[in-house]
C-alpha cells in the first residue's frame, strides 16, 4: 500500500481518470472496474488487476482485498474521496476502482472450445444492457458473450457495471462483423437462433421439440429496433419469447434471460451429468 494519499492532481490519478475515454482504453488496453464486487472478480484473472484505488473508508472495510491484491504483485492506492470520485460516473461511489488490463479474447478462441451455449449481441448500444447480457449469459452458464456489429465498447464504465463483475467470469470477444460471427459458429456447429418477436417460431414451441438441445448461440438486436431484415437472414431459425400476458414486448436484458435458461435448462435436461 502507498503511504501518500493520492488527490485529483496525482500523476496516477489522472492516469486513470484518462481510462473514463474509450480512445485512452484502447490505447493502453487498460479500463476501469468499480465496487468490491468487480474489484475480487478481477483478482480472479491471472495478471488482469494493475493496480488498486481506495478511499480510507473502503481500505478499512475491504482489508482483505488490499491484502490479496498485494499478494498479486498490483499496487493498493489510498485516495481521497473526491479524487476516487472523479474516476466514476456514479451519485455514490462505492469505494474501490481498479485499473484493469483487457480481457477479451478472440473469435477463435472461442468457437475452439466448441461452444454449446453463446450470446451474440448485434448492435446493441446501450451500455446497461450490454452489462445485463453478459450478466445474464454468466448466469445461465454460457461459454462466451459477442459484442459484434456497433456494440457498445464492453469497457465503458456502464458496462463493466451492469456486468456485476460478470465480465470477469467468461470470455467476451469483440468481433466487427455479425456475419463472421453467426457464420463461425455455425461452421462449427453451433446452430444460431435469432430471438425476435415477430419470430415465426415460440420458444416454447422450439423447446418442446428439442430444439433447444443442441449447440446454440443466441443473436440478440439492438434495443430499439431489432435484428434487421438481413441480420435474421442469418440465423437458422427465428425464435419470439411468447406473451402471454398484456405486456407488448420484453426488454433485450429480459428477453436475453429468458432464451438462455430455456436453452441451459434444455440442454443439462439432455445431459444431465454435465
Not at 445485463?132 to 456502464?158: E, F, M, Q, T, W
Not at 416454447?204 to 443442441?214: F, H, I, N, Q, T
Request: net charge negative; glycine share 8%; aromatic share 4%.
Amino acid at each position: 500500500m502507498t503511504s501518500e494519499l493520492l488527490t485529483p492532481r496525482s500523476a496516477r490519478v489522472k492516469a486513470a481518470r484518462r481510462l473514463t475515454r474509450r480512445a485512452a482504453r484502447m490505447s493502453a488496453q487498460l479500463f476501469l472496474a468499480e465496487g468490491p464486487q468487480a474489484v475480487t472478480a478481477a483478482l480472479e484473472v491471472p495478471d488482469c488487476v494493475v493496480e488498486v484505488f481506495a478511499t480510507y473508508a473502503a481500505s478499512t472495510r475491504h482489508g482483505e482485498l488490499a491484502s490479496r491484491t498485494r499478494d498479486l504483485g498490483a499496487a493498493w492506492h489510498r485516495i481521497e474521496d473526491g479524487a476516487l470520485a472523479s474516476l466514476t460516473d456514479t451519485v455514490s461511489p462505492q469505494g474501490l476502482v481498479a485499473v484493469c488490463r483487457f480481457v477479451d479474447v478472440t473469435l477463435e478462441q472461442v468457437v475452439g472450445a466448441s461452444p454449446r451455449l453463446v450470446a451474440i449481441c448485434a448492435d446493441v448500444r446501450d451500455p446497461g444492457n450490454a452489462g445485463a447480457v453478459i450478466r445474464c449469459a454468466d448466469a445461465a452458464g454460457a461459454d462466451a458473450v459477442i459484442l459484434s456489429g456497433h456494440s457498445v465498447d464492453p469497457y465503458n464504465g456502464k458496462v463493466v457495471r451492469a456486468s456485476a463483475g460478470s465480465i470477469f467470469h467468461l470470455p467476451l470477444v469483440r468481433e466487427a462483423s455479425v456475419g463472421e460471427a453467426v457464420s463461425a459458429f455455425q461452421a462449427s456447429g453451433c446452430q444460431v437462433l435469432a430471438a425476435d418477436g415477430d419470430g415465426p417460431v415460440s420458444l416454447d414451441d422450439a423447446l418442446d421439440a428439442g430444439d433447444l438441445v443442441r449447440p446454440t448461440a443466441w443473436l440478440f438486436g439492438n434495443e430499439a429496433w431489432g435484428l434487421p431484415d438481413e441480420t435474421r437472414a442469418l440465423a437458422d431459425q427465428v425464435i419470439a419469447v411468447p406473451i402471454h400476458g398484456r405486456a407488448e414486448s420484453l426488454n433485450l436484458a429480459t428477453a436475453s434471460a429468458v432464451c438462455l435458461y430455456a436453452s441451459a435448462r434444455a440442454q443439462r435436461t439432455a445431459a444431465p451429468d454435465a
